[in-house]
């Protein structure tokens, strides 16, 4: 048994996503129950400007598919961005966590010294070393935005627990 | 360049921590400049049934000292769990820091295949390898109690971005 960039990676951005989408099943049910529009939910913010939860959602999967075409070197499916539905989100999810499962060990491993420079919309670059761009960009940026995910449905009433936002291990 | 349990947690934690000590210093200056007491937003959560900020700090020490304490199989130090100041969360989270620092990399490496069973407050036992211990739970609970502090002061209405979150990379 070994850490590599692949057990840090892959199979970590499929457990959380994957509870990230059963949470969205149990914030559809509860907009049912509540009568309300699941796009109210969907809609929701902690703070005037921070992502509302359709865009927290979006980031989420935009990390860890970023991360892991960058790290494999393989282009990442690109999304509309115009995702407005719970079941639009849910298939976003699902079609990331699809093209996680593509990647190998064999294409991960050994790339924490691999030169990776971004590009930003802004035109600003940044040169990241495949571990610095995990650890210190990837990582905690996807963390951030499944938990604020979760934060927004736990202010909005929603019962969840702690067990909802961390998914089950997958071995892959 | 390897990626090892070291690399992919003391530094880490450290990082996090760091960032969520300044956090409370603008915390601090917001309650002066609001004229509320620093405790309103110690106290506030955004659910009922959620931890207070006061407590998802406490909590995020708590992730990374067990972590820490347990892969290099040192005691970790404790705290009284009293702390219900600012000054107190802070002084929490710098002799976290200090005790962390003070782990090498030789004491952690290598612990990813090492057995380490947690008997919980409740009796309930669990049984982890360091490898399952630091990343389907330390970790994934460190960056939710981080996240969710940030995420209760923004909700507060404290003017922070990403980067008061992020913090700064360290190198150990």
Known sequence: MTVSMYTISVPIFVQFLTGLSAVLDKAAAF????????????????APDMFPLVRQVRAATDHAL???GRLAGVDA?????????????K???????????????????GSEGKE???????????EFTGESLLLNNALP????????????????????????????PVKL
Chains 1, 2 share one sequence.
């Open 66 to 68: 970023s991360a892991g």
């Open 91 to 109: 298939e976003r999810i699902a079609k990331t966590v699809e093209f996680l499962k593509t990647l190998k060990p064999a294409q991960i491993d």
């Open 141 to 168: 940026n996807f963390y951030f935005h499944c938990t604020t995910a979760y934060d927004i449905l736990r202010n909005c009433g929603l019962e969840l627990g702690k067990r909802d936002f961390m998914g089950t």
């Open 77 to 89: 499916p690109t999304f509309s961005n115009a995702e407005a539905t719970i079941p639009e989100l």
């Open 116 to 126: 990776i420079k971004i590009t930003f919309p802004s035109g600003a670059t940044r």
């Open 31 to 46: 907009a049912e129950a509540k009568k309300v529009d699941p796009s109210v939910l969907l809609n929701t913010r902690l």
